[in-house]
């Protein structure tokens, strides 16, 4: 295949002067644009030359463009016709999407990772939200089972588990109930599906927290801080243990506190001041205000990831109820709520909705907001140079854009999907 016509973000900016070559999944080659592609195509599974006509165009929003057609060419060219061509958007933190949940088990994860394919969201790591260790181990050996490349889906890349290992006073939308410090008991069952555990959230306070954390990342699994009331020293034992990341910013974080007449910064502070993890914030206007979002950019730079934290909730309307564990939502106005709490229970909006905001609503730059939904989640799981870049080499993930990160089109691992009149 062969993305011509495109505005290519590629890692030193924009382009508007080079196709994209693909074949057997991978990005091959950047060639110069080339000249005299006859109408557009898509690529080569879907080639019929009995019918060169386009199909009519979708209902949707006027000016929608027709979708590609076939004309038979051989090199399975596909025009994009001036739209943005990013590598596919990496969500690291994401629960679920239109009803369904991760927490569910492999049969509703199908239907996420098929809907987010469609959103621009080649790479997932699915969340779980806080059970017991016992239910986890389960849910760990169902998912080591599937293919985690299923035609049309996003492709799993692990699974985070948000919890059981948070504070209690800052659980957020988890059931305090379930909730509990861990131990190497704990660890050494987690650990038996090292090979689907890809992430943990934990508070680095809790009685047992740093040797676990020494355990699941010398096992390779990325540890992370989050739900907490840590402290300075608490961060710094983690880190020093071999935590490298930081779950939502803001989110279910200890702030400054004054102990007599000294101010002690929580983790909030720590992981702001500090010079190497990388973070997460959830962008959907909702959770952070501008002036939050701001910060973070300016204190975290490059190392700042963006989240969805998506639930079940996204994409339904407004007054909805869903199911996070135990504790119920309700999808409220732009993002979830749990019921009888003042508390988000998560996001109801995808990455594009959040590039959107960031672009559109607060001015950052295009290619800096991209980097924080593609190659920087890349890099915290391990994958630079395979997912979140356009790049020879790379798998062949891209998403593709109308104004406004609209989605239009997704190619998954070099297989073209859509465009379906998708509005965000």
Request: glycine share 14%; net charge negative.
């Amino acid at each position: 295949m062969i993305l011509t016509g495109g505005r290519v973000l590629l890692p030193e900016g924009i382009r508007d002067d080079v196709d994209v070559m693909i074949t057997g999944g991978r990005i091959t080659s950047l060639p110069p644009r080339t000249t005299g592609h006859v109408g557009t195509s898509p690529p080569p599974q879907e080639t019929d030359d009995r019918d060169p006509s386009p199909p009519p165009r979708p209902t949707g929003d006027v000016g929608t463009p027709p979708r590609p057609h076939t004309t038979g060419h051989p090199d399975g060219v596909v025009d994009v016709g001036g739209r943005l061509v990013t590598a596919g958007l990496v969500d690291l933190h994401v629960h679920g999407f239109a009803g369904a949940c991760f927490d569910a088990g492999p049969g509703q994860a199908a239907e996420v990772l098929r809907i987010l394919a469609r959103q621009g969201v080649t790479s997932v790591q699915a969340s779980l939200v806080s059970a017991s260790v016992e239910r986890l181990t389960e849910l760990l050996a169902a998912f080591a089972a599937v293919d985690r490349t299923a035609d049309d889906c996003a492709e799993l890349l692990g699974l985070h588990l948000e919890g059981p290992f948070l504070a209690p006073a800052q659980c957020g939308a988890h059931d305090p109930a379930v909730l509990r410090p861990p131990t190497s008991a704990d660890v050494g069952l987690l650990l038996r599906h090292r090979d689907v555990l890809s992430m943990i959230t934990l508070a680095p306070e809790l009685p047992g927290a740093v040797e676990a954390t020494g355990l699941l990342a010398g096992a390779g699994v990325v540890v992370a801080a989050g739900h907490s009331d840590a402290r300075g020293d608490d961060l710094r034992a983690a880190v020093d243990a071999g935590l490298t990341h930081i779950t939502h910013l803001w989110s279910g974080q200890s702030g400054t506190v004054r102990q007599g007449p000294w101010r002690v910064p929580g983790l909030l502070e720590e992981s702001l001041a500090a010079d190497h993890l990388t973070a997460e914030v959830i962008a959907d206007g909702r959770h952070l205000p501008p002036a939050l979002l701001e910060i973070a950019r300016r204190c975290v730079g490059e190392r700042l990831c963006v989240v969805s934290d998506g639930t079940p909730g996204t994409g339904l309307p407004r007054g909805s109820r869903y199911r996070l564990g135990t504790v119920t939502c309700e999808v409220g106005d732009g993002v979830g709520l749990v019921v009888g709490a003042d508390a988000f229970g998560g996001s109801t909006s995808a990455l594009p909705d959040m590039l959107r905001h960031l672009t559109g609503d607060l001015g950052w730059p295009v290619p800096e907001a991209v980097a924080a939904a593609t190659s920087t989640p890349a890099r915290v799981l391990g994958l630079t140079g395979r997912k979140g870049t356009i790049a020879a080499g790379a798998d062949a993930d891209l998403a593709v854009f109308d104004e406004g990160f609209h989605p239009w089109a997704t190619v998954l691992r070099g297989r073209w999907i859509g465009p379906e009149g998708i509005r965000a």
